[in-house]
């Protein structure tokens, strides 16, 4: 630039152009119709990235809400036009992933009238960055599976969204995002007589929709094939059921205490062979973990992260209790239906104080949960390529005392504690 | 006969003798193992007093701290607790407490008469590293301090004649209750003292010529059943003057904000009075102006919480130290209905706590969470532990017994694994009277 400047001196071209030309560029940059996603250079003391070995004194280039550049601060060199965020003394880590929310609206989840209501969409109740959502990001929470309740035995579609600011449109990452299963707890709590509100009932009333919508699914994959040329009728209650059969969303299986656990491993498992995990897996499950370290089956828990171990009065780590027995795809959540969603870091740093390794709570916040939304293209780690959605906290990650100072997400700054909301 | 006797009573001397000094011996032997010391070696202090010392012994003996310091000799008697890497600190006190079964109700409530040790909830504050407690009622009356010994029922209650409590409204038959008795008008053996407030916010008595006689002949009668001429109500006038002299706090519990302006009317004419308000964050913002001018100690909860109506979150803890006030913590163990939920006390009342529900136990694993949040969130560390210890010490008139780490005060003392304001740390033991009284087996 300097040099072109020097030229256009240099051939004399009246300083009247020159400045015509600079002020015609600046109204440019400054006009406020353009809403191309402000450039960033995020630097930070440590960088962990969850994709590989954390980085001392790290850069992070943001530009059209992508990672454009991440490495070591003398590596990267800062390009014109970048604002720079310095967090030289703090820690930034990827935008924290929660694959079980119910905080996607503020309100009712639960439309629990039939047993099993498969067609049920949640997306089309979110309200994006409603309250409870705010406080999510507060906690450094930047993407959420916002699902229905567990009050019948298959409650719906659940719905991958950010937390950010923006229309629905706009935040929703991936949408049939998944399939929501409860089995035992909350679904017993209906009125004894109904079908469904015994385990027993609920598992015929699982299999039998399993088993309805793998036909549905197996109908149109003969078509899709050209096995057969007849094309089946569309049937908006077993839609779900070919994503779910061909492995494109995960089943979400509301599941604690070991038998029902058990069961869970048998039917989603062993039987029909879904990609899926354990949600919640809490109570004393944990003593079962062998069995799902065979299977290598994931498991999201939450949000009681502790259980008293009755025989000796011990307070056992739930995490690490399947860590103990050689479960490894663990992460957490919260489940939050209020105001809690912010404690997501929580659960991990518990999950460690009591034994889960400490890399693994890292990735049990992030890049876990991701894959197991299938949405690791998009989120879950600080690599060039993904979403910016970037948490600088004021301590070390796992040490249940440090808080979020700033949040990004998809390339802006949608919290600053020291701007949006005084702290303390 | 004779010989035979005399022999016996011979051998049976012999044999007395001996017997008798062998038991002397082995009662003396057993004394001194009663007595025999209790060393903790090598661990870090927080003295509280005397600041933090980084490897010292603390010697115990006798129910009370014997030595404290980093040259202390262990002596050759001593049971020894290897506690390198560990750190001591006293006991945590709570100058608030409705423990025990006490409640409010009647003219005047001495909890010493109303306290029930038998309770399970004594136990479940021990892994919190709670040892003493002052028991308040919910009315007027005088508090109770005890050691959490619940081994030991009995005496369990370490000062039964504790301090002045009164609930203060912003309602006028409150705040006479507080004119009244600071002005030390006694109360009559006719029950013409400072009348009894509840919540409600009651009329107080006849000496006032603001009363209708209909209204009068009501009280009349309502203390003609309660109160005995010289009855429970005038037991608070010895306290109330101590309590003007500034011999003792005088324990107020606070309704609101606004109680706290007429409450600070009132208090900014008798500068010689101390009080510890028992009160909350968001109340503490809102009337901090006041608050300065007539200088309160503070008892709070632990805990992060927001601006009144607003979204903003505060450290109360820390604004009021800032501000120049002295503060005491209260309710480190969340309240049996509070940890089902968490330590949360609703929407916008965060707690500075691991969350839900597991909290009950977690809590009870990382007892000083919600303390270190708050040192985190810019609270000076050693005003921290002053707040939980010394502070509440101070209030109850035991700073000669309790809150630091001092020889000759009560051995009541925690051993955390670390550092206890790291959540990493674990509370391993807790002692309170020389006795271990609780041991962490996680």
Known sequence: MLRETDVYFKTRIPAVVVLLITLTWSVAAANPEDKSPPRYAVRAGKIVTCAGDPIDNGTILVSGGKIEAIGPRDQIEIPEGYKVLDHREMFAMPGLVEAHSHVGAQGGFNDSVYPTVSGLEIAHQIQPYNDALKEAIQGGVTTILYIPGSGNNLAGIGVVMKTRPGTAEEVIIKNPGCLKIAQAGNP????????????????????????????????????????????????????????????????????????????????????????????????????????????????????????????????????????????????????????????????????????????????????????????????????????????????????????????????????????????? | ???????????????????????????????????????????????????????????????????????????????????????????????????????????????????????????????????????????????????????????????????????????????????????????????????????????????????????????????AGQQAAGGPSSMADPLWAKVVKGEQYLIVDVANSATILYLGEILEKYPEVKVALNTNGSTVFETLETLKKFKPLLILPPRIENQPNRQYRINAARIAHEAGLEVAFTGLKPEAAAAMPGMRAGRGQRAAAPPTRGASEVNRDVPLFPVAYLVKAGLPREIALLALTLKPAQVMGLADRLGTMEPQKDANLLIFSGDPLDPASRLLRVMVEGKFVYENKN
């Not at chain 1, 709570?361 to 979403?387: C, F, N, Q």
């Not at chain 2, 000799?73 to 945590?92: F, K, L, N, Q």
Request: hydrophobic share 40%.
């Open chain 2, 1 to 223: 006969m004779k010989i035979y006797n005399q022999k016996t009573h011979f051998r049976r001397w012999v044999v007395e003798i001996p017997a008798v000094v062998a038991l002397l011996t082995i009662l003396a032997w057993g004394q001194e193992l009663k007595e025999r010391a209790v060393a903790i070696r090598g661990a870090a202090i927080e003295t509280i007093s005397g600041g933090r010392i980084e490897k010292g012994n603390v010697v115990v003996r006798g129910g009370k701290i014997e030595a404290v310091g980093a040259e202390v000799e262990i002596p050759d008697d001593a049971r020894v607790i290897e506690a390198e890497g560990m750190t001591v600190m006293p006991g945590i006190i709570d100058p608030y407490s409705r423990a025990g079964g006490v409640t409010g109700g009647g003219e005047f409530v001495r909890v010493a008469d109303q306290f029930y040790p038998y309770q399970e909830v004594f136990k479940q504050m021990l892994p919190w590293g709670i040892t003493n407690l002052s028991i308040t009622p919910s009315s007027l009356g005088q508090t109770a301090v005890i050691a959490i010994t619940p081994d030991l029922p009995k005496t369990m209650v370490i000062n039964k004649d504790g301090n002045l409590f009164l609930p203060v409204t912003n309602s006028t038959s409150s705040l006479r209750v507080l004119r009244d008795g600071l002005a030390l008008r006694p109360a009559g053996p006719q029950g013409q003292g400072p009348e009894i407030p509840t919540r409600a916010g009651r009329g107080r008595g006849q000496r006032r010529g603001d009363q209708t006689q209909q209204q009068q002949r009501q009280r009349a009668g309502q203390r």
């Open chain 1, 188 to 424: 017993e709590r209906r009125s004894s007589g109904e079908l469904g509100s015994g385990r027993a009932g609920m598992n015929w009333v699982l299999r039998e929709k399993l088993r309805k919508g793998q036909r549905y699914y197996q109908k149109w994959l003969d078509y899709e094939q050209g096995r057969t040329d007849v094309k089946p009728e569309v049937d908006l209650q077993l839609e779900i059921f070919r994503p779910v059969f061909k492995g494109e969303i995960p089943v979400v299986i509301h599941t604690q205490m070991f038998q029902v656990v058990m069961e869970t491993l048998r039917m989603f498992h062993d039987e029909f062979g879904l990609k899926g995990a354990i949600h919640h897996g809490t109570f004393d499950a944990y003593r079962v973990a062998d069995e799902v370290a065979k299977r290598d089956f994931p498991c999201c828990i939450g949000p009681r992260v502790t259980v008293m171990d009755r025989e000796n009065g011990q307070i056992v780590g739930v995490v690490a209790g399947y860590y103990a027995r050689g479960a490894r795809n663990l992460f957490v959540n919260v489940d939050a239906t209020g105001s809690t969603q912010e404690d997501l870091h929580f659960q991990a740093a518990l999950g460690v104080r009591y034994g889960w390794p400490e890399e693994d709570g890292l990735y049990g916040l992030t890049i876990r949960p991701a894959r197991y939304l299938m949405v690791d293209d998009r989120v879950g780690s600080l690599e060039v390529g993904k979403d910016a959605d970037i948490v600088i906290k004021n301590g070390p990650v796992m040490d249940l005392r440090s808080a979020v100072v700033k949040v990004l997400i998809d390339g802006e700054v949608v919290y600053d504690a020291a701007q949006d909301r005084r702290i303390y």
